[in-house]
Nanobody
Framework: QFQLVESGGGLVQPGGSLRLSCAVS????????IAWFRQAPGKEREGVSC????????SYAEAVKGRFTISRDNAENTVYLRMTSLQPEDTAVYYC????????????????????????WGQGTQVTVSS
């Protein structure tokens, strides 16, 4: 069974950093684009970043470009999201998700990443940025 499990969330002060991990099991990671999404209370789920199956293409939402970095280790079946210069508006539940069509490979560096295009989801990890 294809499963994604996020970890690494927590409470951090403004300006701080966190690294989220998404461990994938039940499938070979290099068949899928992997994306990170976030959802704050009362808001719609929004795409944060994605990485193509090969790792050669990455894309980011405008709000996080230059602060967040996505990477993947296919040997470890894990995708990471390094988040720096965190601000209170980054507070949300962060989810990783996988698709079956490697859609991220077609995106520009800054793009809209659509949750409807991803069929496999983790349970989420809470990130809270507060002093």
């Amino acid at each position: 069974q294809f499963q994604l499990v996020e970890s690494g969330g927590g409470l951090v002060q403004p300006g701080g950093s966190l690294r989220l991990s998404c461990a994938v099991s039940g499938s070979t990671l290099n068949y899928h684009s992997i994306a990170w999404f976030r959802q704050a209370p009362g808001k719609e789920r929004e795409g944060v970043s994605c990485i193509s199956a090969s790792g050669g293409t990455t894309s980011y939402a405008e709000a996080v470009k230059g602060r967040f970095t996505i990477s993947r280790d296919n040997a470890e079946n894990t995708v990471y999201l390094r988040m720096t210069s965190l601000q209170p508006e980054d507070t949300a539940v962060y989810y990783c998700a996988a698709d079956n069509f490697d859609r991220c490979v077609r995106l520009q560096t800054v793009a809209t990443i659509r949750p409807t295009e991803y069929g496999y989801w983790g349970q989420g990890t809470q990130v809270t940025v507060s002093s």
